[in-house]
Structures are given as structure tokens and as C-alpha cells.
């Protein structure tokens, strides 16, 4: 193991492995910290990637992504970055085990969504019954009956959005109606006329009890409600972010803490 690295990458999902992959055909010296608690490991296919097809696994993905980067030699360790310093020109990143020093830190250390209260959640995440990107995957929710829950400004775009797919798509809000529920009916979407309080699963579906008591019964939900922005490793070095937490970057991604690039 080296003393000191060109370039630590912190975080071994898609973005982290990617940059790894370049930056050691740059023939740099590269290092990638991985947690192993990558967001893209929960897909269970994903058929918007391109160059697969028949589509491919968030763990099958990951795997073929850390195979090309070994290829290349770039060491991975399994450890989680708890902390970064900078000092004489340098980084120093700690977690378990002794610290890593590099010139450059690039963090791909991505997000957590947030996710509404379903019993058996990952299982079903892996049967496709919850899901959270629709960019990623409306066309594989077409012409379902489609759920989005969230506050209401979040689950309309989204909503307005998953239109494209089907012709059922309901708003579950976590708040009030807002006066939306005309202008939602005019683009074909419904609104749910109370909040929803309980998730489960059902035979072919997600079944929802609103406040109301009402039950409604959707092939699909969608989660609307946000998520936490990993970025407190820049945050705490002083790198400026908006109130999401989100970075600011110049054009060439780099944050305001110079060496400090961060991935998308």
C-alpha cells in the first residue's frame, strides 16, 4: 500500500468506480475507499443502461465495474471515510484503520433516498413495486396503475412526469391539496382526496389506507420524498453547498475546496 496517493475517490458505486477506471488509464495513482453501501446495489434491473439489453443488476453492474478497475490496478479498500483534513497541500482521510493521504480527493459518495413506510421494503424494491427514479425506469411501469407519495409540490412533478407512461397515475400528498386537484384532473392525473397512513404489500401490488379509511390498490408507488445528500465530508472542510446540501461546483465539478472534485 502506498503512503500517498494522486487521487483517493471516496465511494464504489457507478461514479466512483467510473472515475477510477479513467484516472487510472490516465496512469495515475488512484485509491478508492468503498464503503459498500452503494445506492445502485438495491436495483434489482436496471434496462437503462446502455449496452445491456436484456439489462442488468445493480450488484451484477457494480461487480463488472470493479473487475474492469482491478484491471487497471487500482487498489479498493472496504472502509468508510469518516473524516477528511487538509494540511500542507494534502488530504487526509480517516476511517478504520490508518489514515490515507492524497493530493486530490474525489468524492462520489452520492445519496440515500427516502422511502415511505412499507413493511418488507426491500423486497419490494426487488419486485420492482417501489421505486424512486422514473427516468430510470417509467418506461418498465408502462400503462400501470402508478402511485406518487410525498409532499405535494415533489409528488406532482414527478407525477406530471410518469404521465408520459400511463394513463393512471394518482397523488398520494403528505399535505394539503393545495387548490391542485383541477389542474392535476386537467393533465390526467387524480389526487387522492386524504393523505395516506399505511403501506402494504399485496398480492400483485402495493395496497394504500388513506386518512379517510379508504383502501387504493396501484401496481407501482412512487417516492416522492426526497433524500439526504451525502456531502458532509466537503461540508465539514468548509465547501459551500445549498440548503439540500447539494455541492457547488465550477463547470469542471470541483467544489470550493480546491482538490476537491466531487462525481455525479
Excluded at 479498500?77 to 478504520?96: D, Q, W
Amino acid at each position: 500500500m502506498r503512503s500517498r496517493w494522486e487521487c483517493l475517490i471516496v465511494g464504489g458505486g457507478p461514479a466512483g468506480l467510473t472515475a477510477a477506471i479513467y484516472l487510472a488509464r490516465y496512469r495515475r495513482r488512484v485509491l478508492l475507499a468503498d464503503a459498500a453501501n452503494s445506492r445502485a446495489e438495491a436495483i434489482p434491473k436496471s434496462h437503462n443502461h446502455p449496452g445491456f439489453a436484456g439489462g442488468v443488476s445493480g450488484h451484477e453492474l457494480l461487480a463488472r465495474l470493479r473487475r474492469q478497475a482491478r484491471r487497471y490496478e487500482v487498489e479498493i479498500m472496504n472502509v468508510k471515510i469518516e473524516k477528511l483534513e487538509k494540511s500542507n497541500g494534502h488530504f487526509v482521510a480517516k476511517g478504520a484503520g490508518a489514515p490515507l493521504e492524497a493530493d486530490r480527493v474525489l468524492l462520489a459518495t452520492g445519496i440515500t433516498d427516502a422511502s415511505p413506510a412499507l413493511p418488507g421494503l426491500q423486497r419490494a424494491i426487488a419486485n420492482g413495486l417501489l421505486r424512486y427514479c422514473p427516468i430510470c425506469d417509467g418506461y418498465e411501469a408502462l400503462d400501470k396503475k402508478i402511485a406518487v407519495v410525498g409532499p405535494l409540490q415533489h409528488a406532482c412533478k414527478k407525477a406530471v412526469f410518469l404521465r408520459t407512461y400511463s394513463r393512471s397515475v394518482t397523488v398520494l400528498p403528505l399535505d394539503g391539496a393545495d387548490g391542485r386537484s383541477a389542474s392535476l384532473r386537467g393533465q390526467g392525473i387524480e389526487l387522492a382526496p386524504a393523505a395516506p397512513e399505511h403501506f402494504q404489500q399485496s398480492s400483485s401490488g402495493v395496497s394504500v389506507r388513506l386518512q379517510n379509511e379508504q383502501w387504493r390498490e396501484f401496481d407501482v408507488l412512487y417516492s416522492a420524498l426526497g433524500c439526504i445528500v451525502h456531502s458532509e465530508l466537503a461540508t465539514a472542510l468548509g465547501a459551500r453547498c445549498n440548503e439540500l446540501g447539494n455541492l457547488e461546483v465550477d463547470s469542471s465539478q470541483c467544489t470550493s475546496i480546491e482538490g476537491l472534485p466531487c462525481g455525479r
